[in-house]
């Protein structure tokens, strides 16, 4: 009887620390960000990694915020980047993924 109850009580945790990975993904996801960024591959876009690599030490998640609500260009190469509407991913949103990519 303990033992199925430590078992669930495990199982409950492992959910737990899986959730807290995944927000990110969801909202990346949600964000339609994947269609073009990875975390350490270059796609269509740069890799999370080499934003995070060029901006590094700089206070710029509000800046690059707009700059993903707003599209960009430019910066990394000639491909621009689409602009991302609010009604796929809010401000609170966009800035949790941001300040998370730049945390790489
Ligand atoms: C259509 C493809 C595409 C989509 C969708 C896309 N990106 Fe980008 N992203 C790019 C490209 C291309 C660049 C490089 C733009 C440049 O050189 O200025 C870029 C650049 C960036 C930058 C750096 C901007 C700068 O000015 O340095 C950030 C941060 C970023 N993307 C985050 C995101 C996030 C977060 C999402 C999802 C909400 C997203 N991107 C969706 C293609 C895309």
């Given at each position: 009887m303990n033992v199925t109850k430590h078992l669930l009580h495990a199982t409950l945790l492992l959910g737990t620390a899986c959730a807290l990975a995944g927000p990110l993904e969801d909202l990346m996801l949600k964000g339609g960000c994947v269609a073009c960024h990875a975390t350490d591959k270059k796609m269509v876009g740069p890799s999370y990694k080499d934003i995070a690599a060029k901006y590094?030490?700089?206070?710029v998640a509000a800046k690059l915020a707009e700059k993903v609500r707003k599209g960009s260009s430019g910066?990394?190469?000639?491909v621009p980047m689409t602009p991302t509407p609010v009604t796929r991913l809010n401000d609170a949103d966009l800035k949790t993924v941001v300040e998370a990519i730049l945390k790489l």
């Open positions: 590094k030490g700089q206070d910066v990394f190469g000639t």
